[in-house]
């Protein structure tokens, strides 16, 4: 992997949107999601693939490089196939390595990346063509149905979650921090 300064721009990672301050519940629960999207795409901004692919937060192994391949996993898994039902593949998951997300950094990061925002589209996509947040897909993992609103708050926890994970890991690679 080549170690090619400034990878990732300020620039490629553009502006967060604004939180909303008033809006229906469609219109706060997007915005918020795609503010936490945003600030994960600041935290990985600027760094090389070496940097993206260190974990440097010991004992850890976590990187943002695993992180970028968790998220877009569970974009995938939760908008696509437990909400949509697509019938599409797990990404960076087998039952035989379930945690090759985080362990298996094979691959550029920028390719991580594109798939990461690939998987934001679609959801987003999935989101605005549904007609309400009541809107049920069936959940495979508990064979229950589940409400776009439920994948929606979830996707914010798990967000925020790892948010909090990046901000330690892009301080402890160089320093930076907010965002």
């Known amino acids: 992997m080549a170690d090619t300064p400034q990878f990732y721009s300020h620039e490629l990672a553009g502006d967060r949107v604004e939180r909303p301050l008033t809006g229906d519940e469609r219109h706060m629960l997007t915005s918020y999601l795609d503010w936490q999207r945003d600030t994960f795409r600041l935290k990985c901004a600027g760094l090389t ?4 692919s260190t974990p440097a937060v010991e004992p850890s192994k976590l990187t943002l490089h695993g992180l970028i391949r968790h998220l877009a996993g569970t974009e995938r898994w939760w908008f696509r196939m437990q909400f949509a039902g697509e019938d599409v593949e797990l990404l960076y998951y087998s039952d035989d390595d379930p945690d090759m ?5 094979d691959g550029d990061p920028a390719e991580a990346l594109a798939v990461w925002e690939a998987e934001c589209a679609r959801s987003r996509e999935i989101v605005a063509a549904a007609a309400s947040f009541d809107d049920e897909g069936r959940s495979w993992r508990y064979d229950k149905p589940v409400s776009l609103r439920r994948v929606v708050v979830g996707m914010l926890c798990e ?3 790892h948010n909090g994970h990046a901000d330690l890991l892009r301080e402890r690679i160089d320093g930076a921090t907010g965002h």
Do not use: I, S, V
Not at 49 to 52: E, I, R, T
Not at 101 to 105: A, E, G, K, V
């Open 49 to 52: 693939p070496a940097q993206l």
């Open 101 to 105: 997300d985080f362990d298996r950094l």
């Open 159 to 161: 967000y925020a979650r």
